[in-house]
C-alpha cells in the first residue's frame, strides 16, 4: 500500500535559521509531488509541486524553494526564515486517479 | 495560484440539521473534490466528482459538480458531532491542485 512520510511533526526555528522538510512516498512510482502551506484557521496554498525528478514548478514567489533529487523525495527548504514563514506544511501525492494523499504535517514556528 | 471561494467560512448548527456549502473558481475545473481535514491533521478525501452535473453521494455526504464546471456543491445532513471540522473543496485544472479556503463547521450537541 502506498503511504506518505513527513518530518519532523513540530519544528521551533528562529527567524533567519534554514529549513529543511523531507517528505518521503512509498508504494507508487512517478508520483506528482506537492507542497501545501496552512496558516491557522485557512485554507492551503499551494507552494510547489513536481511532475518529476527534478522538475519544479513554483506558485507563489516567496522565501522558500523545493527539490525532488529522488523519484519519490520532496524536500521544501528556506536559506533565512521569516516570521511570515510559520504554518502548518503538507506534503501531498497523487498519480493518475485524481485523489490526493496527504502526509500528517509539519507544524513550523519561527520565532 | 487559482483562487477557490468557499462558504460560507463558518457554521454553528444544531445536531440533526442538514448542512450546505459551496465553492466557486474564476477558471474551468476538470476534476472537483472535496476533502475534510481535522485539527492537526492532513486533509482526507470525502467525495470526487469528474464530470459536469455529476451528484455523487457518500453516505451522508452529497456533492455535485456544476454545470458550468466553475462550482461544486457539497451537502451533509443530519449532522452529528463527529462531522466537527473544517471542509476544503478542491480543483485540479492540469497538474496543480487547489484547494478552498474552507469551511469551519460545528456542530452542537
Known amino acids: 500500500s502506498q503511504t506518505i512520510h513527513q518530518w519532523p511533526a513540530t519544528l521551533v526555528q528562529p527567524v533567519g535559521s534554514p529549513l529543511s522538510l523531507e517528505c518521503t512516498v512509498e508504494?507508487?512510482?512517478?508520483?506528482?509531488l506537492y507542497w501545501y502551506r496552512q496558516a491557522a484557521g485557512r485554507g492551503l496554498q499551494l507552494l510547489f509541486y513536481?511532475?518529476?525528478?527534478?522538475?519544479i514548478s513554483s506558485e507563489v514567489p516567496q522565501n522558500l524553494s523545493a527539490s525532488r533529487p529522488q523519484d519519490r523525495q520532496f524536500i521544501l527548504s528556506s536559506k533565512k526564515l521569516l516570521l511570515s514563514d510559520s504554518g502548518f506544511y503538507l506534503c501531498?501525492?497523487?498519480?493518475?486517479?485524481?485523489?490526493?494523499?496527504f502526509g500528517q504535517g509539519t507544524r513550523l514556528t519561527v520565532v | 495560484g487559482q483562487q477557490l471561494n468557499q462558504s460560507p467560512q463558518s457554521m454553528f448548527i444544531q445536531e440533526g440539521e442538514d448542512v450546505s456549502m459551496n465553492c466557486t473558481s474564476s477558471?474551468?475545473?476538470?476534476?472537483w473534490l472535496w476533502y475534510k481535514q481535522d485539527p492537526g491533521e492532513g486533509p482526507v478525501l470525502l467525495i470526487a466528482?469528474?464530470?459536469?452535473?455529476e451528484l455523487t453521494s457518500n453516505g451522508r455526504l452529497t456533492a455535485q459538480f456544476g454545470i458550468t464546471r466553475k462550482d461544486s456543491f457539497l451537502n451533509i445532513s443530519a449532522s452529528i458531532p463527529s462531522d466537527v471540522g473544517i471542509y476544503f473543496c478542491?480543483?485540479?485544472?492540469?497538474?496543480?491542485?487547489?484547494f478552498g479556503t474552507g469551511t469551519s463547521l460545528t456542530v452542537i450537541p
Open positions: 466528482l469528474y464530470k459536469a452535473g
Open positions: 478542491a480543483g485540479q485544472p492540469g497538474n496543480q491542485f487547489y
Open positions: 513536481s511532475v518529476g525528478i527534478g522538475q
Open positions: 477558471s474551468i475545473f476538470n476534476t
Open positions: 501531498a501525492w497523487r498519480t493518475i486517479d485524481p485523489d490526493a494523499f
Open positions: 508504494g507508487t512510482s512517478n508520483p506528482n
